[in-house]
């Protein structure tokens, strides 16, 4: 019956701590698009793929207690934190669910900004589009972020990298 919630909670064991709503999102997001089996739809939003399932689930699962939102007033916006509760790892002990290894796929998402995960995520949103208008589709929705040749050069060998991860 929770088994969405079962994966969820195996992603904030693996992840330890997740720092941003945004980058929580996105690392998702890019998860799913890695075949790790998340079922949380997405559509395209303002900072690339959201989930308001995923947004909604987070939710229940701090009101259960499995995990814990702190959240940090910073110069001008508040930045949310997402840890495990002793709760949450219990509740993994009575849920098994069967997810492919993906803990280094996690840590590199963890070390990359979120700025550079919307990008990512938004190129991974397009995929289905052949990479030139992949690109010309990042620069018109993503017009005002300005992303450089650089950073999407980047992007792409990142997605590389974690495809064969």
Same mark, same amino acid.
């Given at each position: 019956?929770?088994?969405?919630?079962?994966?969820?909670?195996?992603?904030?064991?693996? *992840?330890?701590?997740?720092?941003?709503? !945004? #980058?929580?999102?996105?690392?998702?997001?890019?998860?799913? !698009?890695?075949?790790? =089996?998340?079922?949380?739809?997405?559509?395209?939003?303002?900072?690339? =793929?959201?989930?308001?399932?995923?947004?909604?689930?987070?939710?229940?699962?701090?009101?259960?207690?499995?995990?814990?939102?702190?959240?940090?007033?910073?110069?001008?916006?508040?930045?949310?934190?997402?840890?495990?509760?002793? *709760?949450?790892?219990?509740?993994? $002990?009575?849920? #098994?669910? $069967?997810? =492919?290894?993906?803990?280094?796929?996690?840590?590199?998402?963890?070390?990359?900004?979120?700025?550079?995960?919307?990008?990512?995520?938004?190129?991974?949103?397009?995929?289905? @589009? =052949? !990479?030139?208008?992949?690109?010309?589709?990042?620069?018109?929705?993503?017009?005002?972020?300005?992303?450089?040749? !650089? $950073?999407?050069?980047? *992007?792409? *060998?990142?997605?590389?990298? @974690? #495809?064969?991860?």
């Amino acid at each position: 019956m929770l088994t969405n919630h079962a994966k969820l909670m195996n992603f904030f064991v693996t *992840a330890k701590e997740v720092v941003g709503r !945004k #980058k929580l999102q996105k690392m998702i997001y890019i998860l799913q !698009k890695c075949d790790v =089996p998340f079922e949380e739809k997405f559509t395209f939003h303002f900072y690339g =793929p959201y989930s308001e399932e995923l947004t909604l689930r987070i939710e229940e699962m701090c009101n259960l207690g499995f995990i814990e939102e702190t959240k940090e007033e910073k110069s001008n916006y508040y930045q949310y934190q997402y840890q495990t509760t002793s *709760a949450g790892i219990d509740f993994l $002990d009575h849920v #098994k669910v $069967d997810l =492919p290894l993906f803990s280094k796929k996690v840590d590199l998402l963890k070390e990359q900004s979120s700025r550079f995960l919307e990008l990512v995520a938004t190129m991974l949103y397009f995929d289905e @589009l =052949p !990479k030139v208008e992949v690109e010309a589709k990042v620069r018109e929705v993503k017009a005002k972020v300005n992303y450089t040749d !650089k $950073d999407i050069e980047e *992007a792409w *060998a990142f997605i590389a990298e @974690l #495809k064969q991860t």
